[in-house]
């Protein structure tokens, strides 16, 4: 039987996103008024008998002069993806972005392949022979994405090459690492913690930081250690107002969706993060500090309040997002990979984006122009 897909109302997503135990942030409603840039229309998949057995959020670029979209599902959509009979999902999909003007779909299935526990990428990084973490033997693998990779190729997608910095490349990231909370105590979660976090934290309480939460009016000072953040790392920052429109949108949806924290020591603020939260899934999310007083680590102290925070809330997952796949002791990312890791958080490989192009020519075209930037 085939299943119909239409465009869904905000409160069916928000109503489909709270009965599933795990929903990315960037498939919820809100996500779309953070994406200024972009259109968004939340779609819904429908049993013959009326039920809503999927979701997803996709968001609309215009190519310049002429109204023919990109269509990205971000880490989405929401469907059955050990489903035998995945082209029932897929194919109304694509059917209904054709027809709204999508010349190609980019989406990222949320379904994993493979994962390395801490002691496994500790064993990989010193490992002269492993260059990248996809060479080291995972902990465990996922057999059904092997097959959802197959079958997704025998039906046209086209899976995209991984970026540069793997995990920080354009798109999500395909590496990320993940600090497992169900089922653990805090000093379960505590012991997972490697010796050099551990001393840290002891470090900063001794030290006298303190981790507080703030709100909207505390954004301007997160931004200026971002910014300074964005110069010492040489990455393109994103403006203030961005994370004003993220903090409204985000939670005028739940009060509870977006929050900030703030590392202050002696009346200064030395670092900052935000999280997001959806269901038991909790990331953390943008992350900034000060190169000054270093030796107090507020970061250190921070990821582990927001740790401590996400396992109060009953999360099943603390998610530090991106991590590169390479193993390089030259790779200036390999002591963030290295931060995370140290955290007891595990590396978790995704099946990666997936496109489909809609008009050949016009997805050509993209692909050359994202190449030359």
């Given at each position: ?9 905000r409160a069916e ?64 959509p ?9 082209e ?28 390395w ?10 490992d ?17 994405a ?12 086209r ?6 910095e ?12 993940q ?14 913690l490697?010796?050099?976090w ?20 505390d954004?301007?000072?997160f ?13 393109i ?5 961005y994370f ?11 009060p ?12 200064d ?10 269901g ?5 999310s ?10 107090v ?20 997952v603390y ?9 390089e ?33 016009l ?7 994202m190449?030359?930037?």
């Amino acid at each position: 039987m085939s299943l119909t897909l239409r465009t869904i109302t905000r409160a069916e997503h928000l109503g489909f996103v709270a009965g599933r135990p795990s929903v990315s942030h960037m498939q919820v409603p809100s996500w779309g008024d953070v994406k200024a840039d972009w259109k968004a229309e939340s779609l819904g998949w429908f049993e013959p008998d009326g039920r809503l057995v999927g979701a997803g959020l996709v968001l609309l670029r215009p190519l310049p002069r002429i109204r023919r979209y990109l269509a990205y599902l971000p880490e989405g959509p929401v469907i059955d993806w050990d489903s035998a009979e995945l082209e029932r999902w897929l194919e109304p999909m694509l059917s209904h972005l054709r027809g709204l003007g999508a010349f190609s779909v980019k989406m990222v299935p949320p379904v994993v392949a493979r994962r390395w526990s801490p002691e496994a990428v500790k064993a990989a990084i010193a490992d002269p022979a492993a260059h990248r973490l996809r060479d080291a033997p995972p902990t465990s693998s996922e057999p059904g994405a092997a097959d959802l990779a197959g079958r997704l190729r025998r039906m046209g997608w086209r899976q995209a090459e991984p970026g540069g910095e793997e995990g920080f490349a354009a798109g999500q990231p395909r590496y990320v690492c993940q600090v497992p909370l169900a089922g653990r105590s805090l000093d379960d979660l505590h012991r997972g913690l490697n010796q050099q976090w551990r001393r840290n934290v002891k470090k900063a309480e001794k030290a006298g930081v303190k981790v507080v939460r703030g709100g909207y009016e505390d954004l301007p000072a997160f931004y200026e250690l971002y910014a300074e953040t964005a110069r010492r790392d040489r990455f393109i920052a994103r403006p203030l107002p961005y994370f004003q429109r993220m903090w409204t949108a985000l939670t005028a949806e739940d009060p509870d969706r977006m929050r900030l924290y703030l590392a202050r020591h002696d009346g200064d603020v030395l670092a900052a993060a935000t999280m997001l939260i959806v269901g038991g899934h909790v990331w953390y999310s943008y992350g900034a500090s000060t190169a000054r007083r270093r030796e107090v680590q507020p970061n250190n102290a921070m990821q582990w309040r927001m740790m401590c925070d996400a396992h109060e809330l009953g999360a099943h997952v603390y998610d530090f997002r991106g991590i590169t796949d390479t193993l390089e002791e030259s790779d200036h990312l390999l002591g963030l990979l290295r931060f995370k890791v140290g955290a007891g958080g595990e590396a978790v490989e995704y099946v990666g984006e997936w496109d489909f192009p809609l008009n050949r020519l016009l997805h050509k075209a993209l692909d050359l122009y994202m190449a030359r930037r």
